[in-house]
T-cell receptor, first 116, second 117 residues
Framework: DTAVSQTPKYLVTQMGNDKSIKCEQNLGHDTMYWYKQDSKKFLKIMFS???????INETVPNRFSPKSPDKAHLNLHINSLELGDSAVYFC???????????????FGPGTRLLVL | AQKITQTQPGMFVQEKEAVTLDCTYDTSDPSYGLFWYKQPSSGEMIFLIY??????QNATEGRYSLNFQKARKSANLVISASQLGDSAMYFCAMRVWNTGTASKLTFGTGTRLQVTL
């Protein structure tokens, strides 16, 4: 009964390829996120979706295209992979509770992407 | 712009001792939340504790407590009675209440804690 799941867990691919990472949450949350953790362990948000609508796009190259078919799923497609895309990608979800709500984000296990 | 600073790249603590991991933040927004996450070597991000900017009392969650000093803009994590399983990276993060439903966590650079025998 994993709350936030991601597939695959590991992804090794060649430069120039296109790949997708899938994320699913069974918490009933209405907001989902993609974060990137670089080799120095720094975590930075990439995208946020609320009820399938893109809310945050943090100046990510347009080779990265998120897609939310429904509010329980947020997939990340990456075109023309580059060496610098090697990182751990985390999916997260939360429930919007209004301005004063405690909106804890719960993270998936991460997808380790290595571009050769 | 929001910023989280964790000045301790690495910390050591002996088993059963208490340890404080530092976190300072910067925001001009009066409404914000502060979070601590643990990332063990297996890689997952585990939510530990939350403190809201309007909370009057410091948050506690089992062996974790948050020493929230609003005037100093600090939100240090205190782990009491350290255990070997506490060895991990610890991240401080802040959420600012943006307009609408948009929200994001801004993370610090993390502190690697090593618990020794």
């Amino acid at each position: 009964d994993t709350a936030v799941s991601q597939t695959p867990k590991y992804l090794v691919t060649q430069m120039g390829n296109d790949k997708s990472i899938k994320c699913e949450q069974n918490l009933g949350h209405d907001t989902m996120y993609w974060y990137k953790q670089d080799s120095k362990k720094f975590l930075k948000i990439m995208f946020s979706y609320n009820n399938k609508e893109l809310i945050i796009n943090e100046t990510v190259p347009n080779r990265f295209s998120p897609k939310s078919p429904d509010k329980a799923h947020l997939n990340l497609h990456i075109n023309s992979l580059e060496l610098g895309d090697s990182a751990v990608y985390f999916c997260a979800s939360s429930q919007y509770l209004g301005l004063a709500g405690i909106e804890t984000q719960y993270f998936g296990p991460g997808t380790r992407l290595l571009v050769l | 712009a929001q910023k989280i600073t964790q000045t301790q790249p690495g910390m050591f603590v002996q088993e059963k001792e208490a340890v404080t991991l530092d976190c300072t933040y910067d925001t001009s927004d009066p409404s914000y939340g502060l979070f601590w996450y643990k990332q063990p070597s297996s890689g997952e991000m585990i939510f530990l504790i939350y403190q809201g900017s309007y909370d009057q009392q410091n948050a506690t969650e089992g062996r974790y407590s948050l020493n929230f000093q609003k005037a100093r803009k600090s939100a240090n994590l205190v782990i009491s009675a350290s255990q070997l399983g506490d060895s991990a990276m610890y991240f401080c993060a802040m959420r600012v209440w943006n307009t609408g439903t948009a929200s994001k966590l801004t993370f610090g650079t993390g502190t690697r804690l090593q618990v020794t025998l």
